[in-house]
């Protein structure tokens, strides 16, 4: 049985950083694309980024610059590392894999930027 169990969220200053770590079991992680992906209050969830097994990276054009996501294959382990934070990436922060055929969640972790 697949689980995703992220932790690293909580309330951080404007401009501040933190970074958020997802730990994978139950798969074959090293074979997988994983990422994270974010919902905010009454929005759509989206894709925040992603990172292949080969170590290519895609991000959404509203973090570029500021937030990097990175892996650790012999730890199962997914992370971001989010900088220059704005109050607008306040949203709660899930963990993605995909494993043929279907896609896998972690339970998601609050993020707030505010002052």
């Known amino acids: 049985q697949v689980q995703l169990v992220e932790s690293g969220g909580g309330l951080v200053q404007p401009g501040g950083s933190l970074k958020l770590s997802c730990v994978a079991s139950g798969s074959i992680f090293s074979n997988n694309v994983v990422g994270w992906y974010r919902q905010a209050p009454g929005k759509e969830r989206v894709m925040v980024a992603t990172i292949t097994r080969g170590g290519n990276t895609n991000y959404a054009d509203s973090v570029k610059g500021r937030f990097t996501v990175s892996r650790d294959n012999a730890k199962n382990s997914v992370y971001l590392q989010m900088s220059s934070l704005k109050p607008e990436d306040t949203a709660v922060y899930y963990c993605?894999?995909?494993?043929?055929?279907?896609?896998?969640w972690g339970q998601g972790t609050q993020v707030t930027v505010s002052s």
């Open positions: 993605f894999m995909y494993e043929w055929p279907r896609g896998y």
